[in-house]
């Protein structure tokens, strides 16, 4: 049974950061690519960053040079570290993998960008 379990959200003021956290069980962590997606209210959940086994990344445009994912294989931890927050980064965060074409998801953690 895979388990996927967020952590670090929270309210921030813009321009502060976060670093979220997930901790993965019932994988072989080191072999799966991990993500963190977001949702914010009333739009659909979009994919923020990829981290490969390799270590190989992606971003989300509008969070490039701000934004930062990385893993501990040691530990089976993927972490997103936001740095220079905004308001529009406001969502639930979400933690997935995919395990036979099953899409895997932790519970999410909110983070709120406000003044």
């Known amino acids: 049974q895979v388990q996927l379990v967020e952590s670090g959200g929270g309210l921030v003021q813009p321009g502060g950061s976060l670093r979220l956290s997930c901790v993965g069980s019932?994988?072989?962590?080191?072999?799966?690519?991990m993500y963190w997606y977001r949702q914010a209210p009333g739009k659909q959940r979009e994919l923020v960053a990829r981290i490969t086994p390799g270590a190989s990344t992606i971003y989300l445009d509008s969070v490039k040079g701000r934004f930062t994912i990385s893993r501990d294989n040691a530990k089976n931890a993927v972490y997103l570290q936001m740095n220079s927050l905004k308001p529009e980064d406001t969502a639930v965060y979400y933690c997935?993998?995919?395990?036979?074409?099953?899409?895997?998801w932790g519970q999410g953690t909110q983070v709120t960008v406000s003044s």
């Open positions: 997935n993998t995919v395990l036979r074409g099953v899409n895997e």
């Open positions: 019932g994988i072989i962590f080191s072999n799966s690519a």
